[in-house]
């Protein structure tokens, strides 16, 4: 049988949304494989741990300790390599953000295996896992697999996958390791400035560039991200502008985002930009210039004032999701 073990995520105490799409896609390869899904959940708390098991999470390993509450690399390696060494799964999957990138090529490294990095899609041929990832800043995908060494691992990108709920329930089982002295402690973590919903999850990205003009006139952008349940993404060229921060910067020197839908307002699209977002479902651009290189990427394009454009959106969105 082959074993799918995720690692979850999770924030202010709970589950994040990621970790069900993680525990979802683990469910339909561990079918493949006739084995089940495994999940690690490291912290001091997390509140519905059990809720996993709806979908698809047979056994859930948890260490819960004060010392655990910020996220340390080697504290989190030295667990996850343990748990990966004492019940040998086939397939070790992590999300494809801060903590995964960190984290997952170091206990790669521990466990002498490969790591397949920042993929979009997963499926199963000939008893291996075969990823699908970007290359070339988005320009190309190509399948990649391990054809050796196990555990197969792989980073997903967030909003890849559907959430499916398959019922049944999980085995929670506490893990004990005597963790040693670390040479790095997270001292402090100050939050950002944006709240809400999390850009990296969030099936809807409001983005705007350096037209925007002013960090005041981010607000049209917060209010039709609002009306969406969305968040609010930005260039790197508004972020160097003073506009907004960097923690919401969108593109090869910001966060990579994968939602449903993006609006491009004002947003010229330069490849570094295209790099962060161009895996999105649906790309909106909203440009004055017809040449602007984001409308050979937008699924629908609108050459015209985002001043003029995005209040009347809003508005007329506003209207629609009210009925």
Do not use: W
Not at 41 to 49: D, W
Not at 90 to 98: K, T
Not at 183 to 202: F, I, N, S, W
């Amino acid at each position: 049988m082959g074993n799918v073990l995720i690692l979850t995520e999770h924030q202010n105490g709970h589950l994040k949304k990621v970790s069900f799409e993680l525990a979802s896609k683990a469910s339909e390869l561990a079918s493949h494989m006739g084995g089940e899904v495994q999940a690690v959940v490291i912290g001091s708390h997390v509140a519905g741990v059990s809720d996993l098991g709806k979908y698809g999470v047979k056994k859930i390993f948890t260490l819960f300790e004060a010392s655990l509450e910020k996220y340390n690399t080697e504290n989190y390696a030295a667990i996850l390599s343990h748990i990966i060494q004492e019940h040998r799964p086939d397939i070790v999957l992590a999300v494809a953000g801060p903590m995964g990138k960190d984290l997952l090529p170091r206990v790669a490294a521990r466990l002498k295996t490969g790591l397949m990095t920042d993929c979009t899609d997963l499926k199963m041929e000939g008893g291996k896992l075969v990823a699908t990832r970007p290359i070339y800043a988005g320009k190309a995908f190509v399948d990649v697999k391990i054809p050796e060494s196990t555990p197969q691992m792989a980073t997903i990108r967030p909003n890849s996958f559907p959430i499916h709920e398959r019922g049944g329930g999980a085995q929670v089982i506490p893990v004990v390791i005597q963790l040693g002295e670390t040479r790095a402690r997270m001292k402090e973590v100050v939050q950002g400035a944006h709240q809400g919903v999390d850009l990296t999850e969030a099936e809807v990205v409001v983005a705007g560039g350096r037209s925007l003009k002013s960090a005041e006139n981010f607000k049209l952008l917060e209010e039709l991200a609002n009306v969406l349940g969305g968040a609010v993404g930005a260039s790197r060229a508004a972020v160097d502008s003073g506009y907004v921060s960097h923690d919401i910067q969108v593109g090869q020197t910001g966060k990579t985002v994968n939602p449903k839908l993006y609006i491009a307002c004002g947003i010229s699209g330069a490849i570094q930009h295209l790099a962060g977002m161009r895996t999105s479902k649906v790309i909106v651009a909203i440009n004055k210039d017809p040449e602007a290189p984001i409308f050979k990427k937008a699924d629908y394009g609108i050459v015209e004032d985002l001043f003029r454009v995005v209040p009347l959106l809003t508005k007329e969105l506003k209207k629609v999701l009210a009925e």
